[in-house]
């Protein structure tokens, strides 16, 4: 029997038809599966990390974060995370995190966890001591004064209350209420160093 080129292919596809879907060729009903988020807690929120402030949606499940995704409606990203924003997921989730203070003495080569009480006590105690050592109430300053036609050059004692010592590098991932009372903290201890992570 010649089997032409044309039969040959008819042949050959009916075969593999036949093997892929089993002989009941029948229609099958397609059944979309569920959302993992059908029944999770959405929870918009600000990305963490730069000073750029794009929306996220944060999706929970008794508890436990199940999925981050942009912010479709937020006016910055329109939906859109960075690499770094899109793995926020680990902020919470991730196994190697440290989740307690770790402390290493002068000295020492390891790291040991401590409280955080002690912890926050004892950066309280060394801004204390550097704010009192290195503490500046007055300096004289140079100012310019007219007398009559000529200026002239004065030498004078003024109130600065400030301290050296200390500089702070500010966080991109903090909001205005926040910038603020972190700003009045910082002149109340009359630091003169005050930067931001965004512009360095």
């Given amino acids: 029997m010649a089997v032409s080129r044309r039969d040959f292919f008819k042949l050959s596809g009916s075969g593999l038809a036949a093997a892929t879907l089993g002989f009941n060729l029948a229609p099958v ?63 919470r989730d991730n196994k ?49 004064e007219k007398v009559g036609n000529t200026e002239v050059v004065k030498e004078i004692e003024a109130i600065v209350n400030r301290t050296m010592g200390i500089a702070s590098v500010g966080s991109a991932a903090m909001d205005n209420e926040e910038c603020y009372l972190y700003q009045k903290f910082l002149r109340g201890l009359g630091l003169v160093y005050i930067e931001h992570q965004a512009r360095i």
Avoid at 62 to 67: A, C, D, E, L
Avoid at 113 to 121: F, G, I, M, P, Q
């Fill in 29 to 91: 009903e397609a059944k979309a599966e569920e959302l993992a988020i059908r029944y999770a807690k959405e929870t918009t929120s600000i990305c963490p990390y730069c000073a750029v402030g794009c929306g996220m949606i944060v999706h929970t499940l008794g508890g436990n974060i199940i999925n981050v995704e942009g912010d479709p409606d937020h006016p910055i990203n329109e939906g859109a995370l960075c690499p770094k924003g899109s793995s926020v997921y680990q902020l």
């Fill in 96 to 144: 190697a995190r440290v989740t307690t203070p770790l402390y290493r003495a002068a000295g020492a080569t390891e790291w040991k966890e401590v409280s955080w009480n002690w912890a926050v006590d004892e950066i309280a105690k060394k801004v204390k001591k550097t704010r009192d050592t290195t503490f500046v109430a007055t300096s004289k300053i140079k100012i310019k």
